[in-house]
């Protein structure tokens, strides 16, 4: 995985606080998997499994360090399919959706779960921004959305290192190119800095830079 | 100074107010779930703006290095609608989330039986979930209100230590803290209390258990009144530590009750670095 987030069941219950926190987790696992035996009937907006209800806790039980590397491993011993997660994402809070998207990749083969990523890059919350341009986006994001995320990122301030794929994707993309060199001619002209990002992304594309 | 605001609707306030706040001292606040002003008549309204309370809203707060909890319930004058009743059933789902710190506000406002239903639900949610809760008093016939809310309290599986009565004043001071609950002033322009009249009731009451707000939201209201009181305590004669205790050990010590209060948000970016934010360019 390139995902540092995604870590193994050995290593995140080393990093645990406390023998507690490890128990937590232990139950949680084991609470997630019994829902992977025995998929529970009709989840709605009015009841949740109890695992489910466990990657909601994890911050305060096993620190929030670690939230992002349980919450994974939770949605894997799940198997959560694509409506588990769809409906964890939505069921979420801030930090809950991030590790949804942080785990797409290991858990959704194909482009079926681009609508989480396209929801969070609607958003203006930076860490779920961040957390969309992952290497899920950069496998299926569409070119347009994936043009559009990269400009979000430099609108919101989110630093282009979180673009997973920069390079292979940007590479040759005339249309970017001409996005990233109007946006900053609009910087320019309203007398703001242009953010650093753009001219490396714009260089990246390898389309002649225009004025700037 | 260090404030925790312990009951304010963010949601209904500009960033100029977080801007504001930070430079007052403010640095943590809770904001309660409660309704909009425009009622509401589905439970899925109720969902999107509980989401907010655990996405948007702390992420904004957070860029004004504020630290933002929040709680969640049905609101008394809402559960007046039977359309709004199975928000109950979907409560418990939000109860688990790291950012709830208590149920509330929950409490009476007409004194109809469809309010003391929803009061002693969510009485018991809070118990079940090791929630302390936010109890609102109503507004009109306040001392009748106050006791009958008391003796729901005292009837359900929550300890009264547990429980924050909010919005008391002069004439419900008494019996709030003979119940051993704690204690909730909102200090709002014209209705409620004042700075005056809080700092007398903390001369006539004490420090103890006394959390101070400014519950500012839609209304004409100053998210700046908790700083004002504080203040008018120094004023008065108070000592910095009185001022310490109410405004910020007070509330820390009852969120704390629920196990999930994180106080460390980073000391927020310089405005040039905010620059390129969004929140401060708006919704785009
Ligand atoms: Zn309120």
Not at chain 1, 98 to 106: K, M, S
Not at chain 2, 34 to 40: A, I, Y
Request: proline letters at 7%; aromatic letters at 6%; one cysteine or more.
């Amino acid at each position: 995985m390139t995902q540092p987030s995604f870590r193994t069941r050995d290593d995140v219950s080393a990093a645990l606080p406390d023998d507690t926190a490890r128990a937590w987790f232990d139950e949680a696992l084991a609470d997630a998997a019994a829902a992977a035996q025995a998929p529970p009937q009709a989840p709605s907006p009015y009841l949740a499994h109890p695992w489910e209800l466990r990657f909601a806790a994890a911050g305060r039980h096993c620190g929030h360090d670690n939230a992002d590397a349980v919450r994974a491993l939770l949605l894997v011993e799940a198997r959560a399919g694509l409506e588990t997660l769809t409906r964890l994402y939505r069921h979420g809070s801030a930090a809950e959706r991030r590790a949804v998207l942080r785990a797409l990749p290991a858990l959704v083969e194909g482009p079926h779960a681009v609508h989480l990523v396209e929801d969070a890059l609607r958003s203006n919350d930076t860490r779920l921004i961040s957390a969309a341009v992952g290497p899920y986006a950069a496998a299926h994001l569409e070119p347009h959305a994936w043009r559009h995320a990269v400009l979000k990122c430099l609108f919101t301030g989110v630093p282009l290192d979180a673009v997973a794929g920069l390079a292979q994707r940007a590479a040759g993309d005339g249309e970017l190119a001409r996005m990233l060199t109007d946006y900053a001619a609009e910087r320019t002209a309203a007398g703001r800095d242009v953010p650093d990002d753009l001219g490396r992304v714009l260089n990246l594309t390898g389309e002649e830079p225009k004025e700037l | 100074m260090r404030i925790f605001d312990p009951h304010i609707h963010m949601t209904s306030r500009t960033t100029d107010d977080y801007e504001a706040m930070y430079a007052a001292g403010v640095r943590a606040v809770v904001e309660p779930s409660f309704w909009l002003g425009q009622p509401r008549t589905s439970p899925a309204s109720f969902f999107d703006y509980f989401d907010a309370l655990l996405g948007w809203e702390p992420f904004r707060a957070a860029q004004y290095g504020i630290a933002h909890h929040c709680t969640i319930a049905l609101n008394p004058k809402e559960a007046n609608d039977p359309r709004c009743m199975p928000v109950l059933d979907a409560l418990p789902r939000y109860l688990v989330k790291d950012g709830v710190v208590a149920v509330g506000e929950i409490g009476y406002d007409s004194m109809t039986p469809a309010e003391g239903t929803a009061l002693a639900a969510q009485l018991q949610l809070a118990a079940d979930h090791g929630l302390p809760a936010l109890v609102h008093t109503p507004h009109r016939d306040k001392l009748a209100g106050l006791d009958r809310t008391v003796d729901v309290v005292r009837e359900s599986s929550l300890p009264m230590e547990r429980v924050l009565l909010d919005h008391l004043n002069e004439t419900t001071v008494k019996h709030a803290k003979d119940s051993g609950c704690w204690l909730g002033f909102s200090v709002y322009p014209d209705t409620k209390m004042d700075e005056g009249r809080m700092v007398a009731v903390l001369k006539e009451y004490g420090p103890e258990k006394v959390l101070v707000n400014s519950a500012a939201d839609w209304g004409k209201s100053d998210p700046l009144k908790t700083r004002k009181v504080a203040d008018a305590m120094l004023a008065a004669g108070f000592g910095e530590d009185d001022v310490e205790r109410v405004l910020w050990r007070n509330p820390v010590a009852f969120y704390g009750l629920s196990g999930r209060l994180r106080l460390d948000v980073p000391v927020p970016q310089t405005q040039s670095l905010h620059e390129g934010n969004s929140i401060l360019r708006g919704g785009e």
